[in-house]
């Protein structure tokens, strides 16, 4: 992170021309939840050069704040704090709180940034990926679903994809969502109306590097403000309605170079009209696609998308705009080109999926992995998908073993994340399998509807 003191103090003087009087200092758990500390502005000199304590065990945290064990961040550590140190760049004057501004944050312990924070994870895989000379132009495409706060009513009834109607049920909601987005730095390009009751989307332009989670996760945490202020509740929870659609999050993304100047997936000259460095990159995501279809997809609610027929896929397979598939490629020349990762689910941590696509495509790049045929028609028809291609787990038991068993994402992302991330899934599959013997059918709703 880049701490020059004289950012913060481009920062300290935004402060005082916006009139902010609090900062809310701000983080992201492992599930996405965004856990904050509002300071009073006076004091944001100082903290931003000393840290801020902040209690650590929310790296461990469930939705709900229950602390599952064996993360290694709780009673592990005697439930410590960390020291939380602020990124400048992050910083935001939001328009719908009177008088307050954000900066995202990054967690240290006994002086070093902690592993296993999923800000970190992605910077040091961005890092990595610097190394080898090229850097990631990325997006979040995010659906979400909105319902009344008081009656849990959809926002829209019905099945109607894109229906003008439907976009504007609410046009004060809409309209304030499009005018204030931008003024946190999420630059709308869409807004629409998904399939589902209730269900909406807007996708913004990409950005470079960790700006882009950090853009997915100011987006996430800004929609369910602004939809609670006004009387609703956003809810990025992946399949809130069991018999409904459930809400995605592909993760759109393209490789360039190290000073992101020129795009690399386009070769004018290949048969496919993709580069080498793409092909290996998404042959690496393949290869990968089961182990780390848990991190882009990660709760029990997650999986449960990954069904024949839904526009989620159930393979690793590849095609050029093919909805069916897991990676859809887009061939639009050197800075049109780009790959939809359709693993992802809105309850993911937009921060672990960038991370989870890295690591699998620096696997492909450095060991030259080489791409399996794409699919033309239907990825869901066996007959069209190529032999032996592996499929996407639909439940937690069957993503953890694969995630398990996949040494090389483990050592990509570490031992310290590995073994935090994988107590929560235990965590997650104990809460199912208490539920079943209960017969609660509404404990997935209960643990992720009103904060993914």
């Known amino acids: 992170m880049d701490s020059n003191n004289a950012t913060f103090d481009k920062v300290s003087e935004q402060i005082a021309k916006d009139e902010v009087h609090y900062v809310r200092f701000e983080q992201t758990d492992t599930y996405g939840v965004a856990r904050s500390k509002t300071v009073p502005a006076v ?66 312990y006994e002086g070093k940034f902690v592993d296993a924070h999923p800000r970190v994870l992605a910077r040091k895989q961005l890092e990595r990926l610097k190394e080898l000379g090229f850097s990631l132009l990325s ?3 995010h659906e979400f679903f909105v319902v009344d706060k008081e009656t ?3 926002y829209t009834h019905g099945y109607n994809i894109r229906s003008t109607l439907r976009n504007y049920k609410d046009p004060a909601l809409v309209h304030q969502l499009l005018r204030d987005l931008p003024k946190v730095g999420v630059n ?17 332009k990409p950005s470079f590097g960790i700006t882009s989670p950090d853009t997915a996760h100011t987006f996430r945490t800004s929609v369910k403000e602004i939809a609670q202020l006004r009387g609703y509740i956003a809810t990025f929870m992946s399949k809130p309605f069991p018999l409904s659609s459930g809400s995605s999050c592909h993760f759109n993304h393209s490789l360039w170079d190290a000073e992101g100047q020129k795009g690399m997936m386009h070769d004018e000259n290949s048969p496919n009209g993709l580069s080498q460095v793409a092909q290996h990159w998404i042959a690496g995501i393949l ?10 997809a990660p709760t029990v609610n997650c999986l449960k998308r990954f069904k024949p027929g839904t526009f989620a896929p159930c393979n690793a397979t590849w095609g050029f705009d093919n909805r069916s598939v897991a990676i859809r490629v887009k061939v639009g020349g050197e ?17 672990i999926a960038v991370a989870a696509t890295v690591a699998a495509g620096i696997d492909g790049i450095q060991r030259q992995l080489q791409l399996p045929a794409p699919v033309n028609g ?31 994402i483990r050592e990509a992302l570490g031992a310290d994340f590995c073994r935090c991330f994988g107590a929560l899934k235990l965590h997650e599959i104990k809460m199912e399998n208490e539920a079943k013997a209960k017969g609660d059918t509404d404990w997935e709703r209960n643990l992720f509807f009103e904060y993914l």
Not at 74 to 98: C, H, K, R, S
Not at 337 to 347: H, K
Not at 383 to 401: F, Q, R, S, Y
């Open 43 to 108: 004091h944001f000199t100082e903290k931003v050069t000393g840290g801020l304590p902040f209690y650590l065990g929310h790296v461990g945290f469930d939705p709900q704040a229950n602390i599952p064990s064996g993360t290694g961040y709780n009673a592990e550590i005697g439930f410590a704090d960390g020291l939380m140190f602020a990124d400048p760049n992050t910083y935001v004057t939001l328009p719908w709180v009177e008088n307050t501004g954000r900066i995202l944050l990054e967690p240290k």
């Open 152 to 154: 849990l009513d959809p």
């Open 287 to 296: 290869a990968h696609a089961p182990a780390i279809s848990l991190l882009m």
């Open 335 to 351: 800075r049109g080109t780009y790959i939809e990762n359709r693993l992802g689910a809105a309850g993911g941590n937009p921060y």
């Open 139 to 141: 997006a979040h495409e």
């Open 188 to 204: 709308v390009e869409v807004f629409e109306s998904e399939y589902g009751p209730g269900q909406l989307e807007i996708a913004y």
């Open 378 to 408: 239907n990825a869901y028809d066996p007959k069209n998908v190529p032999p032996k291609t592996a499929t996407i787990p639909d439940n937690m038991e069957a993503a953890l073993g694969y995630f398990t068993n996949d040494n090389i």
